[in-house]
């Protein structure tokens, strides 16, 4: 069964680094999504992307963050300048309709 | 502002016991109802998904009902197992006028905890 995979599994990194963390949605999906989980908490919306440009965005998704689609099959959510506050599960999905979601990727910011 | 509530925030069982988990939401407008079963470290996956016009939905040994009018859905677990320890997330989607995309809104979710 097609899945969402992510890499790395986790992520360590020092306050102020950028990260760039990576997706590969299901292949025949055309939408793709990043959520936000800090320990603890809920699930948060970022941003959806479709037709190669963001659809939607929270106001979590400021400045500090981008999305891209380099190649046919990547999906990459780039951090730059990381904060501590930035330390969280970072979960991709992909959806044809109802959204798959990858096993994510854990931001440890030090 | 939207919003989705569940009850209890943490649960412990004995193994082969049924539960039942609550969830309540003030999205609007409405798409689908679901429930997700997330694993520690892990990302969520679907057990169950529901559109208004559903009352109810089985996937083995969970059944959630949902409740359009009260904006109420309820997730039942039936003799629990081992496995079945993770937090269960109830999640509310509607559709937003950018490209027809869907947009999630998750519960903070129930803590399951099987002992045995």
């Known amino acids: 069964e097609p899945e969402v995979t992510q890499t790395p599994s986790h992520q360590v990194t020092q306050m102020g680094q950028e990260v760039i963390l990576r997706c590969v949605p299901i292949?025949?999906?055309?939408?793709f999504y990043w959520y936000r989980q800090i320990l603890g908490q809920k699930v948060e919306f970022l941003v959806s992307f479709y037709n190669n440009e963001i659809s939607e965005k929270s106001e979590i998704f400021d400045d500090q963050f981008s999305v891209e689609r380099p190649d046919g099959s990547n999906f990459t959510l780039k951090i730059r300048s990381t904060k501590l506050e930035d330390s969280a599960m970072y979960f991709c999905?992909?959806?044809?309709?109802?959204?798959?979601f990858g096993p994510g990727t854990r931001l440890t910011v030090l | 502002k939207n919003q989705v509530e569940q009850s209890p925030q943490s649960l412990i069982i004995l193994e082969g016991k049924n539960c039942t988990l609550q969830c309540n939401y003030t999205v609007s407008p409405f798409s689908n109802l679901r429930w997700y079963k997330q694993d520690t470290g892990r990302g969520p996956v679907s057990l169950t998904i529901?559109?208004?016009?559903?009352n109810t939905k089985s996937n083995g040994r969970y059944t959630a009902t949902l409740d359009a009018d009260t904006k109420q859905s309820s997730l039942h677990i039936t003799a629990s197992q081992l496995s079945d320890s993770a937090s269960y997330i109830c999640v509310v989607s509607f559709l937003t006028p950018s490209f027809g995309n869907e947009k999630l809104t998750f519960g903070t979710g129930t803590r399951l905890t099987i002992i045995p």
């Open positions: 999905a992909s959806s044809e309709g109802q959204q798959f």
């Open positions: 529901m559109t208004f016009s559903e």
């Open positions: 292949s025949n999906h055309l939408y």
